[in-house]
Nanobody
């Protein structure tokens, strides 16, 4: 019923910036909470940031102060602005969404992922 499509990934040098976008499409849905996961080879999947439709946000300690999550409720789109990127930020980034207004899962929908690579 709902599809999430990410865009904006790519290759950047350490210290650079990227902005990821995730657009939700479908019929008859309401996504109270949206967010971003990431997974690097050999590492556990990590919840990066989430945002509720009232504006409340959550950030992982590893990205707090460098990344900013935002959303456009009218466009059903969530963004992740990533600044001061480090090589350890390299991962596939996944958009997630759900009904409900808390910053934890279970998540109802997952995107296909977009690759972010940060070179040293």
């Amino acid at each position: 019923q709902v599809q999430l499509v990410e865009s904006g990934g790519g290759l950047v040098q350490a210290g650079g910036s990227l902005r990821l976008s995730c657009a939700a499409s479908g019929r008859g849905f309401s996504l109270n909470t949206m967010g971003w996961y990431r997974q690097a080879p050999g590492k556990q999947r990590e919840l990066v940031a989430t945002i509720i439709d009232d504006g409340s946000t959550y950030y992982a300690i590893s990205v707090k102060g460098r990344f900013t999550i935002s959303r456009d409720n009218a466009e059903n789109t969530v963004y992740l602005q990533m600044n001061s990127l480090k090589p350890e930020d390299t991962a596939v980034y996944y958009c997630v969404a759900k009904k409900g207004t808390i910053h934890v899962g279970p998540w109802d929908y997952w995107g296909q992922g977009t690759q972010v690579t940060v070179s040293s």
